[in-house]
C-alpha cells in the first residue's frame, strides 16, 4: 500500500504559479498603423514585413433596421 501525502494549498499554488495567461504582445502594423499581434500578418491590409501576403476582401457595411 502507497502512502499518499496531501499537499498544502501553498505547494499547489506555488507549483500553478506558471498558469497565468500572458498578454499578447501588440504592435502597429507600418503598412497600415493597425494593431496586430507580433510577427502575423496584418489582418487589416494583408502585409506581412512590407509584402502583400493576403488578399482582404473589404467589409460590408452592417445594416440597421429603424
Known amino acids: 500500500m502507497v502512502v499518499r501525502m496531501r499537499h498544502t494549498r501553498a505547494h499547489t499554488a506555488n507549483r ?3 498558469h ?3 498578454v499578447a504582445n501588440l ?3 507600418k503598412n497600415c498603423n493597425a494593431m496586430k499581434t507580433a510577427h502575423r ?3 487589416a491590409c ?3 514585413r512590407g509584402k502583400k501576403v493576403l488578399q482582404i476582401k473589404a467589409k460590408k457595411a452592417a445594416v440597421t433596421k429603424a
Open 41 to 43: 500578418v496584418c489582418d
Open 27 to 29: 504592435v502597429a502594423c
Open 16 to 18: 500553478r504559479s506558471h
Open 46 to 48: 494583408g502585409y506581412y
Open 20 to 22: 497565468a495567461l500572458k
